[in-house]
Protein backbone atom coordinates (compact mmCIF):
# COMPACT_ATOMS: atom_id res chain seq x y z
CA UNK A 1 0.00 0.00 0.00
CA UNK A 2 1.47 3.40 -1.01
CA UNK A 3 1.69 4.93 2.49
CA UNK A 4 0.93 9.29 2.68
CA UNK A 5 3.80 10.97 4.15
CA UNK A 6 1.28 11.69 7.41
CA UNK A 7 0.86 7.95 7.46
CA UNK A 8 0.53 6.02 11.02
CA UNK A 9 3.46 3.25 11.53
CA UNK A 10 0.92 1.97 14.52
CA UNK A 11 2.39 -1.91 15.45
CA UNK A 12 -0.42 -3.26 17.22
CA UNK A 13 -0.68 -6.65 18.42
CA UNK A 14 -3.37 -8.16 15.74
CA UNK A 15 -3.46 -11.41 13.79
CA UNK A 16 -1.12 -12.58 11.41
CA UNK A 17 -0.71 -8.58 9.94
CA UNK A 18 2.58 -7.23 8.90
CA UNK A 19 5.00 -4.82 7.14
CA UNK A 20 5.84 -4.92 3.65
CA UNK A 21 7.37 -8.78 3.92
CA UNK A 22 5.96 -12.81 4.38
CA UNK A 23 4.38 -14.24 7.12
CA UNK A 24 5.50 -17.48 7.65
CA UNK A 25 2.68 -19.71 8.84
CA UNK A 26 1.63 -23.50 9.12
CA UNK A 27 3.40 -25.72 10.49
CA UNK A 28 6.31 -27.95 9.26
CA UNK A 29 8.40 -30.93 10.08
CA UNK A 30 11.94 -29.30 11.01
CA UNK A 31 15.34 -30.30 11.83
CA UNK A 32 18.52 -28.57 13.74
CA UNK A 33 21.23 -28.34 10.95
CA UNK A 34 24.19 -27.00 12.37
CA UNK A 35 22.45 -25.56 15.25
CA UNK A 36 19.95 -23.44 12.74
CA UNK A 37 16.72 -24.62 12.54
CA UNK A 38 15.44 -26.13 9.21
CA UNK A 39 12.11 -26.96 7.70
CA UNK A 40 12.22 -30.91 6.23
CA UNK A 41 9.64 -33.35 4.79
CA UNK A 42 7.99 -35.65 7.21
CA UNK A 43 7.03 -38.95 5.20
CA UNK A 44 4.13 -40.76 6.76
CA UNK A 45 2.70 -38.15 8.42
CA UNK A 46 0.01 -36.70 7.11
CA UNK A 47 -2.26 -33.40 7.87
CA UNK A 48 -5.67 -34.34 7.84
CA UNK A 49 -7.11 -31.16 8.35
CA UNK A 50 -6.50 -27.60 8.81
CA UNK A 51 -8.72 -24.83 10.07
CA UNK A 52 -7.66 -21.20 9.83
CA UNK A 53 -9.55 -18.60 11.39
CA UNK A 54 -7.45 -14.93 10.50
CA UNK A 55 -8.75 -11.79 11.51
CA UNK A 56 -7.31 -8.24 12.23
CA UNK A 57 -7.33 -9.24 15.92
CA UNK A 58 -7.07 -12.50 16.53
CA UNK A 59 -4.78 -16.04 14.82
CA UNK A 60 -6.31 -19.46 15.36
CA UNK A 61 -5.35 -22.71 13.58
CA UNK A 62 -6.42 -26.26 14.53
CA UNK A 63 -4.37 -29.09 13.15
CA UNK A 64 -5.32 -32.73 12.65
CA UNK A 65 -2.15 -34.96 12.02
CA UNK A 66 -2.15 -38.84 11.17
CA UNK A 67 1.28 -41.16 11.30
CA UNK A 68 -0.29 -43.43 8.52
CA UNK A 69 3.18 -45.72 9.56
CA UNK A 70 3.51 -48.88 11.15
CA UNK A 71 6.03 -46.97 13.53
CA UNK A 72 5.85 -44.24 16.04
CA UNK A 73 7.91 -40.85 14.32
CA UNK A 74 9.12 -38.19 16.57
CA UNK A 75 9.96 -35.04 15.05
CA UNK A 76 10.72 -31.23 15.30
CA UNK A 77 7.93 -29.37 14.22
CA UNK A 78 7.86 -25.48 13.68
CA UNK A 79 5.87 -22.76 13.84
CA UNK A 80 7.29 -19.53 11.74
CA UNK A 81 5.77 -16.20 12.76
CA UNK A 82 5.71 -13.19 11.04
CA UNK A 83 9.39 -10.98 11.11
CA UNK A 84 8.70 -7.84 13.26
CA UNK A 85 10.40 -4.28 13.33
CA UNK A 86 11.48 -3.13 17.07
CA UNK A 87 10.64 0.05 18.43
CA UNK A 88 13.32 1.79 16.79
CA UNK A 89 11.91 1.09 13.04
CA UNK A 90 8.38 2.76 13.89
CA UNK A 91 8.19 6.55 12.63
CA UNK A 92 9.70 8.55 15.27
CA UNK A 93 7.07 10.14 18.13
CA UNK A 94 5.25 6.79 16.97
CA UNK A 95 7.10 4.49 19.42
CA UNK A 96 4.77 4.21 22.07
CA UNK A 97 2.08 2.88 19.64
CA UNK A 98 3.81 -0.41 19.49
CA UNK A 99 2.11 -2.91 21.69
CA UNK A 100 4.63 -5.32 22.18
CA UNK A 101 8.14 -5.80 23.65
CA UNK A 102 9.84 -6.78 20.39
CA UNK A 103 12.73 -7.98 23.04
CA UNK A 104 10.08 -11.00 24.58
CA UNK A 105 10.71 -14.24 23.39
CA UNK A 106 6.93 -14.28 22.97
CA UNK A 107 5.63 -10.75 22.16
CA UNK A 108 2.66 -11.85 20.16
CA UNK A 109 1.16 -14.21 23.15
CA UNK A 110 1.59 -17.79 21.08
CA UNK A 111 0.08 -20.60 22.48
CA UNK A 112 0.12 -23.71 21.67
CA UNK A 113 -1.35 -26.86 22.61
CA UNK A 114 -1.67 -30.79 21.87
CA UNK A 115 -4.59 -32.61 22.38
CA UNK A 116 -5.81 -29.94 24.11
CA UNK A 117 -2.63 -29.64 26.68
CA UNK A 118 -0.80 -26.85 26.64
CA UNK A 119 2.39 -27.31 25.36
CA UNK A 120 6.25 -25.67 26.27
CA UNK A 121 8.08 -24.31 22.73
CA UNK A 122 11.54 -23.15 22.56
CA UNK A 123 12.12 -20.09 19.74
CA UNK A 124 14.51 -19.49 17.23
CA UNK A 125 15.12 -15.79 16.70
CA UNK A 126 16.37 -14.58 13.33
CA UNK A 127 17.43 -11.37 12.47
CA UNK A 128 15.36 -9.72 9.78
CA UNK A 129 18.17 -8.94 7.34
CA UNK A 130 18.01 -12.48 6.51
CA UNK A 131 14.15 -12.17 5.90
CA UNK A 132 12.32 -10.40 3.22
CA UNK A 133 12.13 -7.22 5.77
CA UNK A 134 14.82 -4.71 6.45
CA UNK A 135 15.15 -2.61 9.54
CA UNK A 136 17.50 -0.12 10.41
CA UNK A 137 18.79 -1.91 13.87
CA UNK A 138 18.03 -5.19 13.81
CA UNK A 139 14.14 -6.09 14.70
CA UNK A 140 13.77 -9.94 14.50
CA UNK A 141 11.54 -13.06 13.38
CA UNK A 142 10.50 -15.71 15.76
CA UNK A 143 10.33 -19.38 15.05
CA UNK A 144 8.88 -21.69 17.58
CA UNK A 145 9.19 -25.15 17.82
CA UNK A 146 9.11 -28.53 19.88
CA UNK A 147 9.41 -32.36 19.83
CA UNK A 148 6.39 -34.11 18.73
CA UNK A 149 5.81 -37.82 19.10
CA UNK A 150 3.03 -39.11 16.58
CA UNK A 151 1.87 -42.64 17.18
CA UNK A 152 1.48 -45.31 14.88
CA UNK A 153 -2.29 -44.91 12.75
CA UNK A 154 -2.97 -42.26 15.68
CA UNK A 155 -4.11 -38.62 14.84
CA UNK A 156 -3.13 -35.64 17.08
CA UNK A 157 -4.62 -32.35 17.76
CA UNK A 158 -2.12 -29.08 17.45
CA UNK A 159 -3.95 -25.79 17.87
CA UNK A 160 -2.23 -22.41 17.99
CA UNK A 161 -3.59 -18.92 18.76
CA UNK A 162 -1.35 -15.54 18.35
CA UNK A 163 -2.38 -11.51 17.66
CA UNK A 164 0.54 -11.09 15.20
CA UNK A 165 2.10 -7.76 14.86
CA UNK A 166 0.40 -5.23 12.29
CA UNK A 167 1.98 -2.59 10.78
CA UNK A 168 -1.08 -0.55 9.80
CA UNK A 169 -1.03 2.29 6.86
CA UNK A 170 -3.22 4.84 5.41
CA UNK A 171 -3.75 6.00 2.05
CA UNK A 172 -6.20 7.41 -0.18
CA UNK A 173 -6.19 4.86 -2.84
CA UNK A 174 -5.05 1.11 -3.70
CA UNK A 175 -2.05 1.61 -6.08
CA UNK A 176 -2.19 -0.26 -8.95
CA UNK A 177 0.41 -2.81 -7.81
CA UNK A 178 -1.87 -3.66 -4.55
CA UNK A 179 -5.35 -4.00 -6.93
CA UNK A 180 -3.36 -6.94 -8.64
CA UNK A 181 -2.07 -8.50 -5.25
CA UNK A 182 -5.06 -8.52 -3.34
CA UNK A 183 -7.61 -9.30 -6.18
CA UNK A 184 -9.47 -5.36 -5.77
CA UNK A 185 -12.92 -6.09 -7.98
CA UNK A 186 -15.01 -3.30 -8.68
CA UNK A 187 -17.21 -4.03 -5.62
CA UNK A 188 -14.04 -3.64 -2.91
CA UNK A 189 -12.86 -0.34 -4.37
CA UNK A 190 -16.31 1.29 -4.22
CA UNK A 191 -16.17 -0.08 -0.50
CA UNK A 192 -12.65 1.12 -0.07
CA UNK A 193 -13.76 4.72 -1.84
CA UNK A 194 -16.48 5.34 0.57
CA UNK A 195 -14.50 4.28 3.64
CA UNK A 196 -12.00 7.43 2.40
CA UNK A 197 -14.97 9.53 1.34
CA UNK A 198 -15.89 9.74 5.00
CA UNK A 199 -12.58 10.31 6.58
CA UNK A 200 -11.56 13.95 7.56
CA UNK A 201 -8.21 13.37 5.55
CA UNK A 202 -9.99 11.35 2.98
CA UNK A 203 -7.76 8.41 3.85
CA UNK A 204 -8.19 4.52 4.83
CA UNK A 205 -6.64 2.56 7.01
CA UNK A 206 -4.91 -0.86 5.44
CA UNK A 207 -3.88 -3.71 6.75
CA UNK A 208 -2.28 -6.32 5.23
CA UNK A 209 -2.11 -9.73 6.23
CA UNK A 210 0.25 -12.21 4.84
CA UNK A 211 -0.13 -16.33 5.62
CA UNK A 212 2.27 -18.84 4.24
CA UNK A 213 0.43 -21.35 3.52
CA UNK A 214 3.25 -23.81 1.10
CA UNK A 215 4.79 -25.06 4.45
CA UNK A 216 2.06 -27.46 4.22
CA UNK A 217 3.71 -29.68 1.80
CA UNK A 218 6.39 -30.61 3.80
CA UNK A 219 3.35 -33.11 5.47
CA UNK A 220 2.89 -36.46 3.14
CA UNK A 221 0.39 -36.02 0.98
CA UNK A 222 -2.48 -33.06 0.52
CA UNK A 223 -4.67 -31.19 3.35
CA UNK A 224 -7.52 -33.62 3.44
CA UNK A 225 -10.01 -31.33 4.38
CA UNK A 226 -8.72 -27.55 4.60
CA UNK A 227 -11.41 -24.19 5.98
CA UNK A 228 -10.52 -21.35 5.94
CA UNK A 229 -12.30 -17.96 7.60
CA UNK A 230 -11.59 -14.52 7.04
CA UNK A 231 -13.31 -12.30 9.36
CA UNK A 232 -12.83 -8.98 8.40
CA UNK A 233 -14.45 -7.04 12.11
CA UNK A 234 -17.04 -4.88 10.56
CA UNK A 235 -20.05 -5.21 8.42
CA UNK A 236 -18.74 -1.76 6.93
CA UNK A 237 -14.99 -2.84 6.46
CA UNK A 238 -13.83 -4.33 2.99
CA UNK A 239 -11.88 -7.75 2.94
CA UNK A 240 -10.56 -8.74 -0.39
CA UNK A 241 -7.98 -11.86 -1.24
CA UNK A 242 -6.65 -13.55 -4.25
CA UNK A 243 -8.36 -16.98 -3.46
CA UNK A 244 -10.98 -19.10 -6.11
CA UNK A 245 -13.86 -20.39 -4.39
CA UNK A 246 -13.55 -18.05 -1.49
CA UNK A 247 -17.57 -17.13 -0.55
CA UNK A 248 -18.94 -14.40 1.63
CA UNK A 249 -20.80 -16.42 4.31
CA UNK A 250 -22.20 -13.85 6.72
CA UNK A 251 -21.67 -9.94 7.11
CA UNK A 252 -18.44 -9.89 8.64
CA UNK A 253 -17.01 -13.21 6.87
CA UNK A 254 -15.27 -15.01 3.91
CA UNK A 255 -14.97 -18.35 4.07
CA UNK A 256 -13.47 -21.27 1.89
CA UNK A 257 -13.59 -25.33 2.10
CA UNK A 258 -11.36 -27.68 0.15
CA UNK A 259 -10.77 -31.13 -0.20
CA UNK A 260 -7.06 -32.62 -0.45
CA UNK A 261 -5.93 -29.33 -1.15
CA UNK A 262 -2.05 -28.22 -2.15
CA UNK A 263 -1.32 -24.96 -1.72
CA UNK A 264 0.15 -23.32 -4.56
CA UNK A 265 -0.13 -19.61 -3.16
CA UNK A 266 0.00 -18.38 0.30
CA UNK A 267 -2.17 -15.74 1.05
CA UNK A 268 -2.28 -12.08 1.42
CA UNK A 269 -5.37 -10.64 2.64
CA UNK A 270 -6.40 -7.01 2.71
CA UNK A 271 -8.48 -5.61 5.34
CA UNK A 272 -9.57 -2.20 4.60
CA UNK A 273 -11.24 -0.03 8.21
CA UNK A 274 -12.01 4.06 8.73
CA UNK A 275 -9.67 5.66 11.61
CA UNK A 276 -12.83 5.17 14.29
CA UNK A 277 -12.87 1.59 13.87
CA UNK A 278 -9.31 1.07 13.26
CA UNK A 279 -7.74 -1.82 15.58
CA UNK A 280 -6.20 -0.27 18.44
CA UNK A 281 -8.70 3.18 18.20
CA UNK A 282 -10.07 1.95 21.35
CA UNK A 283 -7.14 2.57 23.10
Given at each position: MQRSCERIGWL???????????????????????????????????????????????????????????????TLVAFPLPAMPSKADVDEGNAELVSYDPSSDN??????????QVIKTKVERAPIKDREIKTRDGGTALTYYWTQKFPAGRTVVVEHSYRPALWQSFTDKPSPEDAAKYCLDAGAQKTIAAIARADSAKMYFANGLNYILKTARNWSGPIGDFHLTIDKGDARNAASVCLDGIKKTGPTRLELRRKDFVPDRDLAVLVVTSRDRAPGSEK
Open positions: VALAGLVPAGAARANDSAAGLDGGQLVLKQADHIRMESEDLFLSTREVRIRYEFRNTGTTDVEPLAFVCRVDG
